[in-house]
C-alpha cells in the first residue's frame, strides 16, 4: 500500500522569508510524486511533479521541490513567500504502474504573514 | 489546456432529494476520472474510479447504491447522491486525466459544495 506523510498541519512564515512545506512517502516500486494547492471553496491546482530525471523539479508560481530518494521525502520549497501563498497544500504519490490511483497526504496549511 | 468543469458549484437542497453533479473534461478526452470528498479540514477520499463506458470502482466502505456515477462519454462523468441526507454533506470534487498519458497529474474541478438540510 501505498502512503503520504506531511507531519505539520499548519506552517507559518514571514512575507520574503523562505518556505519549506515537509512530505514524506511510501510506495512500491518507482514514486510519481505531485504537489498540488487548494484555495478555499475551490479545487485542486497542480503546482508540480516528479517522474524521473532531475531530482530538484521546478514547477508554478516560483515553487520547487527536491526528490530524495534515500530519505523517501518531496519536499515543497520557495525562496521567498508571498502572502497570495496561503493556502492548504497537498502532497501525492502514486506509484508507476500503470494507471494506480493517487494517495494524498492530509494536507499543510501555509498562512505568509505580511 | 487541461481545464475539468464540475457543476453545480454550490447546492442546499431538502432531506431525500436526488442530486446531481457534473464533470466535464472541456479540452482533452478522459477514459477515466475520479469522484473525492473531503470533510472541512481534512484531505480529499476517494470515493471511486470512474470509467467510460463501463462500471465505476467503489473504494471500501463507499455505498455504491447511495452514489451513482455514469461516465457515459469521453468528456463527461455525473455522480448521483440519492436521496441525501444530511450526513452526505460535504465537499465534491472531480478529476481527470488525459487518456493514454500514464504520468501526467490529475486536473480537478473546482468542486461541489453539498448542503442538505
Known amino acids: 500500500a501505498q502512503s503520504v506523510a506531511q507531519p505539520e498541519d499548519q506552517v507559518n512564515v514571514a512575507e520574503g522569508n523562505p518556505l519549506t512545506v515537509k512530505c514524506t512517502y511510501s510506495v512500491s516500486g518507482n514514486p510519481y510524486l505531485f504537489w498540488y494547492v487548494q484555495y478555499p471553496n475551490r479545487g485542486l491546482q497542480f503546482l508540480l511533479k516528479?517522474?524521473?530525471?532531475?531530482?530538484l523539479v521546478k514547477g508554478s508560481y516560483g515553487f520547487e521541490a527536491e526528490f530524495n530518494k534515500s530519505q523517501t521525502s518531496f519536499h515543497l520549497k520557495k525562496p521567498s513567500a508571498l502572502v497570495s501563498d496561503s493556502a492548504l497544500y497537498f502532497c501525492?504519490?502514486?506509484?508507476?504502474?500503470?494507471?494506480?490511483?493517487?494517495?494524498f497526504g492530509k494536507g499543510t496549511m501555509l498562512l505568509v504573514s505580511p | 489546456g487541461a481545464v475539468v468543469s464540475q457543476h453545480p458549484s454550490w447546492v442546499i437542497c431538502k432531506s431525500g432529494t436526488s442530486v446531481k453533479i457534473e464533470c466535464r473534461s472541456l479540452d482533452f478526452q478522459a477514459t477515466t476520472m475520479f469522484w473525492y470528498r473531503q470533510f472541512p479540514k481534512q484531505s480529499l477520499m476517494l470515493m471511486a474510479t470512474?470509467?467510460?463506458?463501463?462500471?465505476?470502482?467503489?473504494e471500501q466502505g463507499v455505498e455504491k447504491d447511495k452514489f451513482l456515477i455514469n461516465h457515459a462519454s469521453l468528456t463527461l462523468s455525473t455522480l448521483t447522491v440519492t436521496s441525501a441526507h444530511p450526513e452526505d454533506s460535504s465537499f465534491y470534487i472531480c478529476?481527470?486525466?488525459?487518456?493514454?498519458?500514464?504520468?501526467?497529474?490529475?486536473?480537478f474541478g473546482d468542486g461541489t459544495r453539498l448542503s442538505i438540510l
Open positions: 501525492a504519490v502514486r506509484d508507476n504502474s500503470g494507471y494506480s490511483t493517487l494517495t
Open positions: 516528479y517522474i524521473t530525471g532531475d531530482n
Open positions: 478529476s481527470a486525466t488525459p487518456s493514454r498519458t500514464e504520468n501526467q497529474p490529475q486536473h
Open positions: 470512474s470509467n467510460e463506458g463501463s462500471k465505476a470502482t467503489y
